[in-house]
Structure formats: structure tokens, C-alpha cells
């Protein structure tokens, strides 16, 4: 899916704008300000409703409504329209800024929905302001941008799902267990003699067996009551329940939690009160924790040599940065220590809740079968002991459980007097009936047993089954963990070997380049090679143009990895500013050998050079090429002869009677593609440490090794007996144009630039013949269906091949038979 036509009507600065690109690469070239990037901002609203430059940090006061529509128009009139075509079938689309919504006739193909899918991610538009935030920015913020452009970004949240479910379960199960150690607790305390598992109650309940008659268990069956097949030795049907054994234990139980264990559990809760204050004051040391890993990681990476922060580039003296780093780790790590010690206080303090809360519900529970007994001020107070321990089980530092109480307060939560009295009551009450004989206190105690043992089995059984939920729970968050490493390291190994792929063929020089991206519990690391001398940070030992580089060679690298027809379309706006001259031409080739024959590229630049490294390598072409020049409040941007061709541009001068213009013109084209020319014929050009070439330095130099070139393909040619007509024909042509040229070029001296002065005095009809005979040198050295610049192919320090892009003009080997 490629872009055919583009229309812009009143948008970000421009008034309007066509363009038909009919699915070649888009070149918008000119200076700062002239309005390439908004023609960027235009197809970036058009896919996704919002503009990229208009988000982020710093643009809190922007917004599409007040700063999409260009000055003065109003947002109804502000409007982009684009025609994708995809092979016969083209769909158009049109976004208004006043609604922002998507208009379009009949259904969105799957491959725009693709395309637009993407672009939500921030997949299609790269940036010189986000190219490093690949590079160097932290690890956590390079991860969840990385995996938000692969389509990952969901990862991150499943696994803090996971990990608190786990948690969740984790602590349910400890809950469990502790009630079922509670309950375990109360069946063996209703024997006199000590019991500790229970094949020991099996023996205890078998001696009370024998004092009612009856035979012994061989084993306890949840199903089998302990007084099974035996008679009571009582018909006192009307026996209260706080004549049991069980009742009674229970409220010996509460009235000693009443009398004494409260206070033994305030001095535990006291003491976890005291140093949580503690903790919280140190506001400095808390921060230090939640960043301990982040720090210890920094250190790690601290080079003594460096004089600023390997995560932030803050210039930093590294001994004061590694003595600051140092004091902050020890600060979290004592505020660690203190953690785990509030953590143990906490443990010690929740079973004393549980045994308690336990107890309470067991008497109710027995009370509330009897009509006689009014429970309400125990459910209250069962209440408040289940809130109680349910916040502190949630954690200490945001909150504790009566937050702002003073201990006597927090004593009437724990205590309260109803339930004081109430307890105090019944006590009273049960020691004012008769005791039951000891066979009724066997029938009691085995009835009690006989309950408390099926709740220790039904306990056990869900504290077993949270235990294996957690226990499952615990290996789904590292099958998880373990898929998820496996996933994203074969992603980002695949990318990665792409991102070495690209960087070396722009990078030459550097051979041993070996990229490391690896996905941490936290973030994702990248680690580069540096000439053979180990694995370091990016930013560490790279130059900022060697960053940018990286930031885009993996940015394609994603590209790539994704392209299957689910990205066509990529934007990169003004990538190259920190690439130096050497390394722009390979990038040229980079894009036009790997890059364009999958995606269309939407391209800005105010590099004049950059630009004609891509029209000469074929990224751009004449008709898709739009050249800016300026921009004014009333008229938008001011565009050259839209097809961006220098040589329309001459004839517009020309034809406007502008000689000094087409004259100035002449010369900065001549020098480009005489240049270039020599660079693509492997010309040798005289050396100067300047820099500061002439017409006269290329043109020599240019013209023997074209002549040298044909001469090879004629003698190959004839080897492998091929038609060599053509490469005649051109050779007799070349004579020709080349006297022209040298014929023209005699109003000036080769050895130094154009004399403009004296052309300027010129009329366009002396300046004619001297326009002609240059672009009569360009037709020869360019092919007009690729419009490439022809070339010489080599294999290591063998010539093959002399061409062009397409092999349309020129396409004859250099290998003889």
C-alpha cells in the first residue's frame, strides 16, 4: 500500500499543497523552516489523528485544534487527503481537523488497517529528537518503546499480573495455613494430655470410646462421627452449649486474649508502629530503595576515566559520582534491612490475630445453633478483628491498621467493652451450671472433637489447594518469564543481526561492531563493540553521529523485522543532521539496496549533499521530489519547480531572462555531477587536504576514466562476442559532447569555478550553448529511467560491471572471456 496523491488544504503551515508520487519515495528537501517537516505532520494526522512533534513532554499547551490548521484558517477548513494504491485498487482517504475523524468510501482494506495499525505504534516516523531515544535513553523507557513498536507492549502488564496474583495467592495461602494450624491447634488441646498429630487423637478418642462402651476406630473417617454407634449417658436434651468442654476452652481462651495476650501482641504492634515511623521519615533513603537495583546497575558501569553519568550524560567528577552512588546504595540498603525488620514484626504479629479471630468464630458459630444467645456484640468484635488483620496483611508502609490511634485506642479495637462484658458474662454464666460427669464429658468432648476435626480436614484441604494454586501460580509467572525471555530474544536477536547488518555497511571501518540487545527483568541493554576492546553502552565511547547512526540502523532493523506488508510506508525526518559527510553516502546506499525496494520513504532534508547522494544512488527521483525554498505567512511554503530537478530549475531561470541566477545554478550543478561522476567511475582525483576541488580537478579526471570504462566494455564485449553497437555508439557520442564541452568551457578557466561574473554579463542566448553542452554531459553520464549516475561494480579489487540503477541505459560486464 503506497501513497499516490497527497493533498494539504490549510494544515500546519501550509495553505495547500498536491503532490503525486504515484508510489515512488518522497524527497522533501530545502532549509530550517521552509515546511518539509509539515508535509511529515500532515501524513502522520492523516494515519494516526495526532502529530508526533505535538505530543511528549513540553507540548502540554499544544493541541491539533489551535495548532493544525494553518494561521487564520479555521479547523473545518484544515483537511489532509491521501490516495494509497495497492496495485488496481486505490482507496482515498480524508482527515478535518474540526472532527478528526477518517472519511473514506466502502471498508479499509487489511492493508491499510495494517499501515494505520502500525502508525499508531509510532512505527512510521522517525525523528532526529527520537533517533537517540533508542540509544540512550534508560532501559526500561528503550523497552516499552521498543516493544510498543513490535507489538509487545502488553507484555510488561501481563507479567505485573501474573506477579500480583501470585502474590495475592501467595498470601490467601498463608492465611489458609494459618487457620488450619489454629483449628489443629484447638482439636488437640481438648485432651488432657498432650497430642501432636492425629494418629494421637485417633488414640485419645479410642480411650474415650472405651469409657462409653464402644469399640475403637481403627481410623478417623470425616464420615464416621466419634460417638458413632454409641449411646448418651445423659437424657439431658436441655444442656446448654457453654457446658461443654470445647465452650469452654474457647472462652478461657478469648478472656486470656481479654486478660493478657492483647498486650503482649500492642508490644509487637507498638514496636512495628515505632520503626515504620522511622522508616517513612527517611524519605531519601525510601527513594534510594525503589531505584537500589537502578544504582547498583549504574555502578557498575562507572568509568573512572569519564567525567559524567553513564545514565543521565550529566558531567560528573567520577570519584564525587561514585561516592555519591556508593553513599545512596548504602542508604537503601539499610532501608532495606529495616524493611525485612518490619516485615519479621509484622509476621510475628499476624498469628496472634489469627488465633484469636479463630477462636472468636468457632464461638459464635457454637452459639448461634441456640436460639438463647445473642451473638451481636462478638460479631462486632469478630469484625473489627478481621479488618484488623487484613490490613496489616496488606502491607505497613502506606498504612497501618488504625493508622492515627494511640495505643489505648488501638487496646478498645482489640478490646472492646461489650464483647469484655459479654465473655465476662457468659463465663460467669457457664460456671453457675453444673458440670457434666466425666462419661458426658467423654460423649462432649468426642462430639467436639469429631467437629473440629472435619474443620481441620476441610481447613487442610484449602490451605492445600491455595497452596498448589499459589505453588502453580508461582511456575505459570516463570513459564511466563521464561516464554517471554525466549520470544523476545529470538526477536531480538533476528534484529540485531540486522542492526549489525546496517551499522557496518554504513560504518565500514568499524569490522568488529558486535551489538548486544538483551531484554532484563526491568528494561532492555544494548551493549556495542568498540574496536575489538569489549561490550559498552552506546553512549559510552561512540560519537554523537555514531549514536545517530545506531538509533537508525536499528529503527530499520524493526522495519524490517516487521515489514511483511505490515509496514509499506516509512517517514524519516531529518535523520542525518549528526552523520558526518563520510558516512551519508553509504547510508544512501543502504536505503536504496535494502530499504526502498520494501517500503516507501518519505524523506526530509536540508543537506543539499545528502540529497544528491540519494538522487544519484536512485532513493529519490525528479518527479517525487519536492524542493522548498522558503516559506511566508501568506503563501506557505515556496517550492522549486516542483519535480526538484536542477536542470528545470536552470530553464525557469533562463526563461526568466535571469542569467546570474541560471548562471550561479549552472555551476553549483556542474560541480555536483562532475563529482559525482568521478566518485561512481572510480576516477583518480589529485588529493587536496582542503578539500577545495575544481571544475578543472573532475572534469579530466571524469572524462579519461569514462573513456577507459567504454574501452573495457568493448573489449569484453567482443570477448564473450556480444553486440557492442550501443557501447560505440555511445563512445563516437562521447567524443562529440565532450568537444562541445571543452568548446564552451573556453569564456572560462578550468582550473578555478565558473567565472559567474563574466556569464552574468552574458544574454540568455550566449548563455544557451553553455547550458546545453553541460546538460549534454550529464545525458551522457545519467540514465534517465533510474535517473542514477552510471557506475563501476566491483567484487573486492575486481571491475565486473559498468551500469546504472536499472541497467536500462548501460548494463555491459568488464570481465573477459
Not at 509510532?122 to 510498543?148: M, W
Not at 546497575?297 to 543521565?312: H, I, K, N
Not at 538483551?518 to 544494548?526: F, H, W
Not at 538522487?615 to 522548498?628: A, E, P
Amino acid at each position: 500500500m503506497e501513497i499516490k496523491e497527497l493533498k494539504i488544504h490549510n494544515f500546519r503551515g501550509i495553505p495547500e499543497l498536491k503532490q503525486q508520487p504515484e508510489g515512488e519515495n518522497i524527497g522533501l528537501i530545502g532549509p530550517n523552516g521552509a515546511g518539509k517537516s509539515s508535509v511529515m505532520d500532515a501524513v502522520d494526522f492523516l494515519l494516526t489523528g495526532e502529530i508526533q512533534r505535538m505530543t511528549g513532554e513540553g507540548t502540554g499547551d499544544i493541541s491539533i485544534d489551535d495548532h493544525g490548521p494553518h494561521v487564520d484558517s479555521e479547523p473545518e477548513e484544515s483537511w489532509v487527503e491521501i490516495t494509497f494504491s495497492n496495485g488496481s485498487e486505490q482507496t482515498t482517504l480524508k482527515r478535518t481537523v474540526n472532527d478528526n475523524s477518517l472519511d473514506y468510501d466502502g471498508d479499509l482494506p487489511d492493508s491499510l488497517e495494517l499501515l494505520m495499525d502500525a502508525a499508531e505504534r509510532g512505527q512510521h516516523l522517525l525523528s532526529r529528537n527520537e533517533i537517540l531515544n533508542f540509544i540512550v535513553s534508560q532501559k526500561q523507557n528503550r523497552s516499552e518503546q521498543l516493544r510498543t513498536l513490535l507489538k509487545l507492549s502488553d507484555i510488561k502488564e501481563k507479567r505485573l499480573e501474573l506477579q500480583g496474583a501470585a502474590d495475592n495467592l501467595d498470601s490467601e495461602a498463608d492465611r489458609k495455613e494459618r487457620e488450619y494450624e489454629s483449628s489443629q491447634r484447638r482439636l488437640f488441646e481438648l485432651f488432657e494430655e498432650e497430642v501432636s498429630d492425629l494418629d494421637d487423637v485417633r488414640e485419645k478418642v479410642n480411650e474415650l470410646r472405651g469409657k462409653l462402651d464402644g469399640d475403637p476406630l481403627e481410623e478417623l473417617d470425616p464420615d464416621t462421627p466419634f460417638r458413632s454407634e454409641l449411646e448418651s449417658p445423659t437424657d439431658r436434651a436441655s444442656a446448654s452449649p457453654i457446658q461443654s468442654k470445647q465452650t469452654r476452652e474457647l472462652l478461657e481462651k478469648i478472656k486470656g486474649w481479654f486478660e493478657n495476650e492483647v498486650e503482649g501482641f500492642l508490644e509487637i504492634d507498638s514496636e512495628l508502629r515505632e520503626k515504620t515511623v522511622a522508616v517513612r521519615s527517611d524519605k531519601e533513603a525510601l527513594r534510594a530503595l525503589d531505584v537500589l537495583e537502578l544504582i547498583q546497575d549504574g555502578r557498575q558501569f562507572l568509568d573512572e576515566d569519564a567525567d559524567r553519568c553513564p545514565l543521565c550524560l550529566t558531567d560528573w567528577d567520577a570519584e564525587d559520582l561514585e561516592a555519591l552512588l556508593a553513599e545512596r546504595e548504602e542508604k537503601a540498603s539499610k532501608a532495606n534491612e529495616k524493611m525485612e525488620e518490619l516485615d519479621d514484626l509484622r509476621q510475628d504479629a499476624l498469628p496472634l490475630l489469627t488465633e484469636i479471630r479463630t477462636a472468636v468464630e468457632s464461638l459464635v458459630n457454637v452459639l448461634a445453633q441456640h436460639e438463647d444467645f445473642d451473638t451481636e456484640d462478638l460479631d462486632i468484635f469478630l469484625g473489627e478483628l478481621e479488618t484488623y488483620e487484613e490490613e496489616l496483611e496488606d502491607g505497613i508502609i502506606d498504612e497501618l491498621p488504625h493508622e492515627e490511634s494511640i495505643r489505648d485506642e488501638r487496646k478498645t479495637v482489640l478490646c472492646p467493652e461489650d464483647a469484655v462484658d459479654y465473655i465476662s458474662d457468659l463465663t460467669s454464666r457457664a460456671e453457675e451450671l453444673p458440670e457434666l460427669d466425666a462419661l458426658q464429658d467423654a460423649w462432649d468432648v468426642l462430639n467436639s472433637a469429631y467437629e473440629n476435626y472435619q474443620e481441620v480436614l476441610e481447613l487442610e484441604e484449602v490451605a492445600e489447594e491455595y497452596r498448589e494454586a499459589a505453588d502453580q501460580m508461582d511456575e505459570v509467572q516463570k513459564e511466563f518469564i521464561n516464554a517471554r525471555d525466549n520470544v523476545l530474544n529470538e526477536t531480538y536477536e533476528a534484529i540485531t543481526e540486522k542492526f549489525e547488518e546496517y551499522y557496518k555497511a554504513i560504518h565500514g571501518e568499524e569490522k568488529e561492531f558486535s551489538p548486544e540487545i538483551s531484554p532484563t527483568e526491568t528494561g532492555l541493554d544494548i551493549q556495542v563493540g568498540f574496536h575489538g576492546r569489549g561490550k559498552h553502552p552506546p553512549h559510552a565511547l561512540h560519537s554523537e553521529g555514531h549514536q545517530d547512526s545506531m538509533g537508525l540502523c536499528l529503527y530499520l532493523a524493526l522495519c524490517d523485522y516487521l515489514e511483511d506488508g505490515e509496514l509499506p510506508l516509512i517517514m524519516l525526518d531529518d535523520v542525518v543532521m549528526s552523520v558526518d559527510a563520510e558516512h551519508r553516502r553509504p547510508l544512501a546506499n543502504l536505503l536504496k539496496e535494502e530499504i526502498s525496494s520494501n517500503f516507501q520513504i518519505l524523506i526530509t532534508t536540508h543537506d543539499e549533499l545528502w540529497y544528491r547522494h540519494l538522487k544519484t544512488v536512485g532513493v529519490l527521483s525528479r518527479k517525487s521530489t519536492i524542493k522548498f525554498s522558503n516559506w511566508s505567512l501568506e503563501d506557505g511554503p515556496q517550492i522549486l519547480g516542483r519535480s526538484g530537478d536542477e536542470w528545470d530549475r536552470i530553464e525557469e531561470l533562463m526563461d526568466e531572462g535571469d542569467v546570474q541566477a541560471a548562471a550561479s545554478r549552472l555551476r553549483h550543478t556542474a560541480e555536483w555531477f562532475l563529482r559525482e561522476a568521478c566518485h561512481q567511475f572510480g576516477a583518480e582525483v589529485r588529493f587536496k587536504s582542503d578539500s577545495r576541488w575544481t571544475l578543472g580537478d573532475f572534469t579530466g579526471p571524469g572524462m579519461s576514466r569514462y573513456k577507459e570504462l567504454l574501452k573495457q566494455s568493448k573489449r569484453a564485449g567482443n570477448s564473450w562476442g556480444n553486440d557492442i553497437s550501443e557501447i560505440n555508439d555511445l563512445d563516437n557520442k562521447r567524443s562529440e559532447v565532450y568537444s562541445n564541452f571543452q568548446r564552451e568551457m573556453g569564456a572560462v578557466n578550468p582550473n578555478v569555478h565558473f567565472n559567474e561574473n563574466e556569464w552574468a554579463t552574458f544574454s540568455v542566448a550566449e548563455l544557451r550553448p553553455v547550458v546545453d553542452a553541460f546538460k549534454e554531459l550529464y545525458d551522457l553520464f545519467w540514465c534517465s529511467n533510474c535517473n542514477s549516475c552510471l557506475s563501476l561494480v566491483e567484487d573486492g579489487f575486481d571491475e565486473v560491471a559498468f551500469k546504472c540503477s536499472c541497467g536500462g541505459k548501460a548494463n555491459w560486464t568488464l570481465e573477459e572471456q
